[in-house]
Every structure is written in C-alpha cells, then in structure tokens.
C-alpha cells in the first residue's frame, strides 16, 4: 500500500463489544485523519489531527473515541455500536492539514456490527 | 463552505476509447483539486492534485485532469481506456485558506469494458 497501515484490515464486533483500530503512517506526516464510508454515500470525514491535536470533530457519536499519541500513530476505540455503524473505516495522513497537501490513504478496516 | 459534485454514478467506456470522469467544485478562495481512485476492497489512492500554475494536471497511470476555473471544473481524462481502470473515481476539493479539509464527491464508478 501506500505507507499508511490499518489494522485489523476486518472486525466483526457485537454492539456490546469494545474494540480499538489502529492506524500507522510511516511518510513523516503531521496530520491524521478518520474516514467513514459506507454504501451508497459520500467518504464522511470523523476526526481531524493536525499535529496530535484534535482539530475537527464532526459530530460524530460519542460511541466512537479517538486518540492520537503521536503523529504517526491514530486509533479509534468503538463501544457499543449499532449495525448501521458498519462500514469502511479509512485513516488517512497528510503533511500538513490544510495546506494542499494530498492525502494518503490506508487500505482501510471493513467492519461489520452485529 | 466547499462541495463537489460528480454528475455521473457510472461511465462505460471501451476499452481503448477516451475517458472523462466529470467534477464541478465550489470552494472559497482559491481551490485545491485532487482525485483519487479506489479498487475493490481497497483504500483511495491519489492519482493528481492542482494547486497552481498549468490548468492541464498529469498524474498517475496515464492520467491527466484540466482544471477550468470559469466553469468550477476539474475533470479526469485519459486518451485510451484499459479494462484495469475500472474502479471508482473521486474528485476532492479543499480551499487554499488555512484549515480547510478535504471535501469528497460521491465517486464515479468507471467501467471499461473489453
């Protein structure tokens, strides 16, 4: 892939389960970013971390928690979810956010709520 | 606030043909244009960006992208088809004042039939 790792690439989870993704950039990058997609629906940006401070957070559910440790590394700790969370989950990083920079992608987390 | 739209779901093509997958942006200040290409079970990978200077971009793959400011266009072109470029496009923008994230379109799935 593109120097962006994700694991576990599939989860499958009940909705009273706690799970944690995990992300990895290995480009140097400054900014991390959560991504949902989901069928029939435009990429949903999540989160936003621009220099490990959280900078966007778009309303997503309180059930889905972020953090970022470092610059290279993101996770998303999920509690108790519901089936219409079950999606695509994409982490991305770019150098800077918002400067025009690409983004990168992982290969993403498939995961499916039961 | 920034939106893209791609008018198309779907384009056929054969291959060997021309293919345009079209985008129309809106952005404040200046636009920073980017697409992307997702395969199956995969994360996006970034094809071309413009950020300033020639309006005709080339990128991966044989790609290019012209960017049109009149008419808020960016669209993808490539001047013969293989049946490996079927996947689906996205065109993103983001605005050149500081902070601005990415805003995807819907995806475009390109089919190039043999």
């Known amino acids: 892939e593109t120097g962006v790792t994700q694991t576990p690439r599939h989860l499958v989870m009940g909705m009273t389960n706690k799970k944690s993704l995990k992300c990895e950039q290995h480009?140097?990058?400054?900014?991390m970013y959560w991504y949902k997609q989901s069928a029939k629906k435009p990429l949903e940006l999540m989160f936003v971390y621009n220099f490990k401070e959280q900078t966007e957070n778009n309303s997503v559910p309180s059930r889905f928690s972020p953090e970022c440790p470092n610059s290279s590394h993101l996770f998303l700790h999920l509690h108790t979810l519901q089936p219409e969370d079950s999606a695509l989950y994409l982490c991305?990083?770019?150098?800077?956010?918002?400067?025009?920079?690409?983004?990168?992608f992982g290969p993403g987390t498939r995961l499916t709520v039961l | 606030a920034q939106s893209v739209a791609q008018p198309e779901d779907q384009v056929n093509v054969a291959e060997g043909n021309p293919l345009t997958v079209k985008c129309t942006y809106s952005?404040?200040?200046?636009?920073?244009l980017f697409w992307y290409v997702q395969y199956p079970n995969r994360g996006l990978q970034f094809l071309l960006k413009?950020?300033?200077?020639?309006?005709l971009v080339k990128g991966s793959y044989g790609f290019e992208a012209e960017f049109n400011k009149s008419q808020t266009s960016f669209h993808l072109k490539k001047p013969s088809a293989l049946v490996s470029d079927s996947a689906l496009y996205f065109c993103a923008v983001s605005g050149d004042n500081y902070g601005q994230n990415f805003v995807f379109g819907p995806g475009t799935r390109l089919s190039v039939l043999p």
């Open positions: 413009y950020i300033t200077g020639d309006n």
């Open positions: 952005v404040s200040g200046n636009p920073y």
């Open positions: 480009l140097g990058h400054n900014a």
């Open positions: 991305a990083s770019s150098q800077e956010r918002g400067r025009g920079g690409e983004q990168f």
